[in-house]
């Protein structure tokens, strides 16, 4: 069993782990990109099932090129998209329910050092935790897009935010892969997940938040 009283830094992913927002953002990338047509809107849902955890900015500029064929990316015509998108996201992410248990492992760990790492946006991540009384749990900060998770946990490292031992908690392929290259333990959680990844190589896999606060 996992040392989990060991850990200086606990690294979390937000949707699908403290937020139960991964359908509220599958919904959101459909919605935003039907006027083009339901065919492209469910390829660029395939594209971001399969892609969790990396930027809007990336899965947009891809249905541009990638789904729609355009040569490059106009980017009047992205900023719509952007700004579509996250006005479906922004009342979901208000409303969303919240990973029970967070408190309780919060009070367990509280000599550690909390993060948010997301593919979200940042100021958009920075404001929703702020309204929903969530950001003084994150006493190391709350970063998201327009920079990737690797390069957010490297330039961490570096700066020391990130301290050893450390632990992300994530439910996406990318999470895993991204705590792989930062050397970071990984606990993959369940419940909300939509990836159809193979997590064998994770530390531990666990249904929830509250999961983890039981094996204290």
Not at 15 to 36: H, M
Not at 152 to 163: A, D, F, P, Q, Y
């Amino acid at each position: 069993m996992m040392n989990m009283k060991c850990y200086k830094t606990w690294v979390f992913d937000c949707d699908g782990v403290v937020l139960d927002s991964n359908r509220i953002k599958t919904d959101a990338f459909f919605r935003a990109a039907e006027p083009y047509g339901a065919h492209y809107a469910r390829q660029l849902v395939d594209y971001h099932v399969k892609n969790g955890g990396i930027s809007r900015y990336i899965k947009f500029q891809y249905f541009m090129t990638g789904i729609l064929g355009r040569e490059s990316v106009d980017e009047a015509e992205l900023s719509h998209l952007l700004s579509t998108y996250a006005e479906y996201v922004k009342q979901g992410l208000l409303s969303c329910d919240v990973a029970p248990g967070i408190d309780r492992l919060r009070q367990l760990t509280k000599d550690s050092n909390w993060l948010i790492v997301s593919g979200g946006d940042q100021a958009e991540l920075r404001s929703v935790f702020s309204q929903r009384g969530l950001d003084h749990l994150f006493n190391g900060g709350i970063y998201g897009s327009p920079d990737t998770k690797d390069e957010i946990l490297s330039r961490l490292k570096v700066e020391r935010v990130i301290g050893e031992p450390a632990i992300f908690v994530g439910d996406s392929q990318y999470d895993i892969e991204a705590a792989r290259r930062a050397s970071l333990d990984f606990i993959f959680v369940s419940d909300w997940s939509e990836s159809s990844f193979d997590f064998r190589d994770a530390d531990m896999t666990l249904g929830s938040i509250a999961a983890i606060a039981d094996q204290f």
